[in-house]
């Protein structure tokens, strides 16, 4: 894993939540000479979207809990620690929308509000 993910305040990870997975594959892969890694998990597939070797973001279904909202990117930025995070968030007049969850093998997330309005999703990375 390189540096940026282990940035504090550093932009990580760019993921797609849709209605149809492989159309949305297809799109960026040939937009952006993305390729694409599915990894099957409980109940989907998730697929890593590389840019050459790297790993920048993933594409997946929207989930149950999401249903009815529109395709859409959500970036993630890394934090040093995503519960302390979760109360300076609190603090701030933000709110927890997802709140800290554990991601195997990956990290802990959570998705924020902020007072505007506006969604973000704060990560820990689990060290390699």
Not at 10 to 28: H, I, R, V
Not at 82 to 98: H, R, T
Not at 101 to 111: E, M, N, Q, S, V
Request: hydrophobic share 40%; charged share 20%.
């Amino acid at each position: 894993m390189d540096n940026l993910f282990q940035q504090h305040g550093a932009f990580s990870w760019g993921e797609l939540m849709t209605t149809d997975p492989t159309a949305a594959k297809e799109f960026y892969q040939k937009v952006f000479g993305w390729t694409m890694e599915d990894m099957p998990m409980e109940g989907m597939t998730y697929t890593v979207v590389k840019a050459g070797e790297r790993s920048v973001g993933g594409i997946m279904p929207i989930p149950p809990q999401a249903k009815g909202e529109s395709p859409a990117w959500g970036n993630y930025v890394t934090v040093e620690d995503v519960d302390a995070s979760v109360k300076l968030v609190k603090e701030l007049g933000g709110k927890i929308l997802v709140p800290p969850t554990d991601i195997p093998d990956t990290g802990r997330f959570c998705l924020i509000q902020d007072p505007q309005g506006a969604t973000i999703s704060m990560i820990t990375y689990t060290p390699m």
